[in-house]
């Protein structure tokens, strides 16, 4: 009887010892998790993701802007520094073109990277879906952008154009961006996005 309580308090200590996955939710403001232990998830708890996902179109004359979105659940962040964490994040891509021709493609992109992807959206603490990362690669440029949901099938997709840093790599001299970033965008600023 000694050895089957002792056998059952072992395993009752192992099991409280393992680690456990402590879950965020994406929208709480206060929350801090720390992002190399491995243990953190900062998830979409409400599905607010789920409303963003799919294919959105803005045609105007002879110019079309499609924004492709797809959420990642559970994301692992695991590829630079100290990062080991895991979070819910929508990542895509977008194709403009004006007259037929494509002008910006990004649909190559892979989106299992964590970091340096041209779309990259996720669920900020005020409950907007709001871009870590819009490139605009045919200007060299970064944009902050904020999607709102207008009705089931609408989204206003507003840009802002953010400050512009260029680095020299110290070791081989590779500038990043290539070139300066040049004026304007290539596509609008502002658009109404309609679900395909």
Not at 128 to 153: C, G, H, M
Request: charged share 25%; proline share 3%; aromatic share 14%.
């Amino acid at each position: 009887m000694k050895k089957i309580f002792l056998l059952a308090t072992i395993i009752f200590l192992f099991v409280q010892c393992k680690a456990q996955n402590h879950i965020v939710n994406l929208t709480d403001c206060d929350s801090y998790f720390d992002r190399s232990s491995g243990d953190y998830y900062n998830k979409d708890l409400n599905n607010v993701l789920d409303k963003y996902a799919g294919t959105w179109k803005w045609t105007n004359g002879n110019r079309e802007f499609t924004l492709t979105l797809t959420k990642q659940v559970k994301h692992h962040f695991n590829q630079y520094g100290n990062d080991d964490y895991y979070e819910d994040r929508l990542v895509g891509y977008y194709k403009y073109k004006e007259n037929g021709l494509i002008i910006a493609d990004t649909s190559s992109d892979d989106l299992s990277k964590d970091y340096g992807l041209n779309v990259h959206f996720i669920l900020n603490c005020h409950s907007q879906i709001s871009a870590i990362r819009f490139q605009d690669y045919k200007k060299y440029k970064n944009f902050d952008v904020i999607l709102e949901s207008l009705s089931p099938t609408q989204v206003k997709m507003n840009m802002y154009e953010t400050e512009h840093v260029i680095t020299i790599n110290k070791n081989t001299g590779v500038r990043n961006p290539p070139n300066d970033p040049q004026g304007g965008s290539t596509f609008p600023m502002e658009m109404i996005l309609t679900k395909q």
